[in-house]
């Protein structure tokens, strides 16, 4: 039975599909508008804390040859995609791209020449439509996964996180309310953790557990699921949300990513973003608060500082707390990873870091 949602997303198409069809009727050359995907026309919005596309539009012209190529892939996608959801099914990106790829009959023509064409037509129907590609029956890989006091409806299946042995729970790429619903949640808050090492270090010591929470990780840069499971989580039960990342540039931008979003996704960072996150840790200046030895830390390279400039200029970067972090970085010229801690002891940053950091409230904005 087709979901309300997968109703409502039907009708955006036939809409779009409508509208097309009108101005063909009229005798006008078809144009379907899209938002402008370029950096110029992204923006850091102060109210809503997270990255956004601008109002700036433009249009492919089916008459326009620059445009004709592209005019046809973005209906014959959109077409696709609509008979997909009407069949109540889920395709990968790459099942699209080959189901639509042939050549066009009477020419030496193909629809596609590789997936480099379809994957953008697919983001420029997210941003026309202001639907993520999940809601579009589309499904990517996703990486993620998760163990915590807390109880999800897969389907017709229950299950249970807290009961998912040393592998976690797979995160599935779509995690929209229609398809993943949460019950039973007892967590306190969700730990985000940057690295599947140091997520394992937390699970074998059933951190959740003892600590009445959820942990997450992404494996490194987060896919779109994890992101938006998240959300869910901080807006629809309230849960805090901690990111535990590496000292390094990169972690850090990972971090600002989980928070306020990025600047290729910047169509759809609303669905994505989730900016109450707090940074919990890794910092330059926990070196001199944990005793942590110098020699487990590592020297910034070229890329790293020029990483780093790049990151204090970034509007939601600019908090008095982060340019600090930032100087006392580049001050000290070091960098570590958080699998450094277990110089310390292997449960370390589970049994005294990370705790202490809580409850001290310890964090960067």
Known sequence: MTSKKDKEVIQRLKEAGIDIYSQINKGNDPTYELPVRSLNNVFFDQKTK???LG???????????????????TMLIASELK???????TVSIRDLYYALKHTI??????????????????????????????????????KGVISGSMKIKDGKDTIDLAKMGSGGWGVPSNVEPDKIEI????????????????WKRFNEDKYWQKHNCIIITGRG???????????????????????????????????????????????????????DTKYVGLTVSDVETFKIPKE???????????????????????KKEWQN???LMKEKSIKMELEALSKKGIRFITEEYLPQKIKSKDFLP
């Open 183 to 198: 019950k039973d949640l007892s967590a306190e808050y969700v730990l985000f953790i940057e690295k599947d090492a140091v």
């Open 105 to 142: 009959e009477g020419t030496e023509e193909n629809t596609f020449e590789n997936q480099g064409e379809s994957d953008p037509i697919i983001e420029d129907l997210e941003s026309s439509l202001n639907l993520l590609r999940e809601e579009l029956h589309l499904a990517a890989s996703s």
């Open 296 to 318: 487990v830390t590592i020297k910034l390279n070229k890329l790293d500082i020029k990483r780093l400039n790049e990151m204090k200029n970034y509007d939601w970067f600019k």
């Open 50 to 52: 997270t990255i956004k």
């Open 55 to 73: 109002d700036k539009k433009s249009t492919r012209n089916f008459l326009n040859i620059a445009h004709t190529r592209k005019f046809m892939q």
């Open 83 to 89: 008979k997909v959801i009407e069949e109540e099914a």
């Open 325 to 327: 972090e930032f100087n």
């Open 221 to 275: 840069q987060p896919s779109r699921a994890e992101r938006r499971f998240v959300q869910r989580l901080n807006k629809e039960h309230k849960l805090p949300v901690f990111a535990l990342m590496d000292a390094d540039p990169w972690g850090m931008y990972i971090y600002s990513v989980i928070k306020q979003g990025s600047i290729s996704l910047s169509y759809s960072e609303e669905k994505l973003a989730t900016p």
